[in-house]
C-alpha cells in the first residue's frame, strides 16, 4: 500500500488524509497528461492501468475515512478510464474530457469533507426563520479562520475568499451590524463569474496557441511561414486573455504576458526561432493550463464553503453562475479526434 491512516474508520476524516488523497489525486492528473501525448500502445496501456490502481487506492481510503461521496465518485472516474485505456489510432476528445470532469468531481468530493470539520468553528447565529441577514462581525470572524486554517495547511486562501473579507470588513467600518444575505451572494456570485469566465475563454483558447507552437518546432520552409503567420492572430487573443485575468486576479497573469510578448516579437519583427524555443513555450503553456485550471477548482470549492457559512441555499449543479469549467488536463490534442 501506499499510503496507510492510522486511527481506523472515523466519523469526521482527518484533513492530513484529505490532504494526501488530494496528492494521489495530483498524480493521476500527471498520468493523464502523459497519456493523451499519443504513446505506444504498451506505455498507453501501462499509464491507464497505473491511473485506475490509484484512483481505486483513493476509494479505498475514502471507504476507511468515511467518505462516500469521494468512494462514489472514485467508482465513476474507474468507469471512465475504461473508456481510454485501449490504444487505438481513433480516440475521441470527448473521453479524454469526461474522464478530465470524472477528476474533477473526485476533487471537488474531497473539499466537502474539510467543510464538515469545521462546522463547529464556523458557527454564525442565524434568523430563527431563515438566514435572511447575517451578523458583519460573526461572518467575517468566520471567514478569517477559514483564512488562517488553509494558510496554516499549506493552502493558498485564494482570491474569492481574499475579496468576501474585504467586502465584508468594509460593511464592519462603516458599522453595518448586520447585512442581508442576498447582497452577499450576490458579490460572491459576481466574483466567481468573472473567475469562471476567464478560465473558460483560458481552456478554449490557450490550446489552439500551444498546437501551433507544437507544429512551428517541427515545421520548416513554406509551411513553418504560414505558421508563423497565424501568431498575430494568436497575440490579439492572448492580449484580450491577459485582460480578462488581471479582472479575475488569476494567478499566473506574468505566463499570459509572457506568452503575448513572445508572439508579438515574432509575429511583428517575423524573426527566426529555434525549434526548442518554440517547444519550451508550448511546454509552459501546457503547465499553466493545468494550474489555473486547478485554481478554479479551488475557487468554486471556497464559493460552496463560503455560501454555507451564510446559510445559502445550494445551487443546483449545472445551474447557477458558474459554467462548465473542464478538469487539469482538458487540453486534448486535435490529433487525438481521429479528425
Known amino acids: 500500500m501506499l499510503m496507510s ?15 494526501r488523497l488530494r496528492a494521489r489525486l495530483d498524480h493521476v492528473h500527471v498520468l493523464l497528461d502523459e497519456l493523451q501525448q499519443d504513446q505506444p500502445a ?11 490502481a490509484h484512483i481505486a487506492e483513493i476509494g479505498e481510503f475514502a471507504v ?7 468512494k462514489e465518485a472514485c467508482d465513476r472516474a474507474l468507469l471512465l478510464v475504461e473508456t481510454v485505456q485501449h490504444h487505438a ?8 474530457v469526461a474522464l478530465c470532469r470524472g477528476l474533477g468531481e473526485i476533487r471537488q468530493s474531497l473539499v466537502r469533507p474539510v467543510r464538515v470539520t469545521a462546522d463547529s468553528v464556523f458557527s ?8 435572511v441577514t447575517i451578523a458583519v462581525g460573526d461572518f467575517l470572524a468566520a471567514l478569517h479562520q477559514l483564512r488562517e486554517r488553509r494558510v496554516g495547511s499549506g493552502q493558498s486562501s485564494g ?10 470588513e468594509k460593511l464592519r467600518k462603516t458599522r453595518v451590524e448586520r447585512c442581508g444575505v442576498t447582497f452577499l451572494n450576490k458579490l460572491l456570485d459576481e466574483c466567481l463569474k468573472r473567475e469562471t469566465d476567464c478560465v473558460g475563454r483560458v481552456q478554449a483558447e490557450v490550446p489552439h496557441v500551444i498546437e501551433t507552437l507544437e507544429l512551428l518546432s517541427k515545421e520548416i520552409g513554406e509551411g513553418a511561414q504560414e505558421r508563423r503567420d497565424q501568431l498575430q492572430a494568436h497575440a490579439e487573443q492572448t492580449a484580450r486573455l491577459v485582460s480578462l485575468a488581471k479582472q479575475a486576479h488569476a494567478p499566473l497573469v506574468t505566463c499570459l504576458e509572457g506568452l503575448l510578448g513572445f508572439l508579438t516579437v515574432v509575429a511583428q519583427q517575423r524573426i527566426l526561432v529555434a525549434a526548442q ?4 513555450v508550448a511546454s509552459r503553456m501546457r503547465a499553466y493550463l493545468t494550474s489555473i485550471s486547478l485554481w478554479i477548482e479551488e475557487e468554486i470549492a471556497t464559493y460552496s464553503v ?5 446559510g445559502g441555499e445550494r445551487r443546483p449543479q449545472g445551474t447557477g453562475c458558474h459554467p462548465q469549467v473542464l478538469s487539469p488536463s482538458a487540453h486534448v490534442s486535435s490529433k487525438m479526434s481521429g479528425s
Do not use: C, F, W
Not at 491512516?5 to 490532504?19: D, F, T, V
Not at 482570491?159 to 465584508?168: A, N, P, R, S, Y
Open 42 to 52: 504498451d506505455r498507453h496501456r501501462a499509464l491507464a492501468l497505473t491511473m485506475k
Open 159 to 168: 482570491h474569492l475568499l481574499q475579496t468576501m473579507i474585504d467586502e465584508v
Open 124 to 131: 454564525i447565529p442565524r434568523e430563527r426563520d431563515g438566514p
Open 64 to 70: 476507511t475515512g468515511g467518505l462516500p461521496d469521494v
Open 5 to 19: 491512516l492510522n486511527g481506523g474508520s472515523q466519523s469526521r476524516p482527518h484533513a492530513s488524509l484529505i490532504e
Open 306 to 310: 463560503i455560501r454555507d457559512l451564510m
Open 89 to 96: 489510432a481513433e480516440r475521441r476528445v470527448d473521453d479524454y
Open 277 to 280: 524555443r518554440y517547444e519550451a
